[in-house]
């Protein structure tokens, strides 16, 4: 069975909050902590990730995270502290 997540990075003063999608969680994680890819977590080093969810398909994946990113800082900041109240990274659990 497949895997998609929707996955949330921040930075350690956790300041910026970045929304994606991948297949691969770990890899995907494992690039943002690289910095080997220009872009908005390589900038703001938003290398934490402080939220995940799993789903089947990549269209229900896809359709969260455009939810999640017309979300105020303040819904964002909740659906992270629910699942993660002290903002710990996760990929650090996972290993």
Not at 64 to 90: F, T, Y
Request: positive net charge; hydrophobic residues 35%; contains cysteine.
């Amino acid at each position: 069975m497949k895997q998609y997540w929707l996955y949330m990075m921040s930075n350690c003063w956790h300041t910026v909050l970045y929304t994606g999608v991948s297949n691969s969680l770990e890899q995907r994680v494992a690039q943002h902590k690289s910095g080997r890819f220009p872009g908005f977590t390589k900038q703001y080093n938003a290398t934490e990730l402080v939220y995940c969810e799993e789903f089947s398909e990549i269209d229900q994946a896809i359709r969260r995270e455009k939810q999640v990113k017309g979300w105020s800082r303040a819904k964002k900041n909740a659906l992270v502290e629910a699942l993660n109240p002290e903002w710990k990274d996760l990929a650090d659990c996972r290993a």
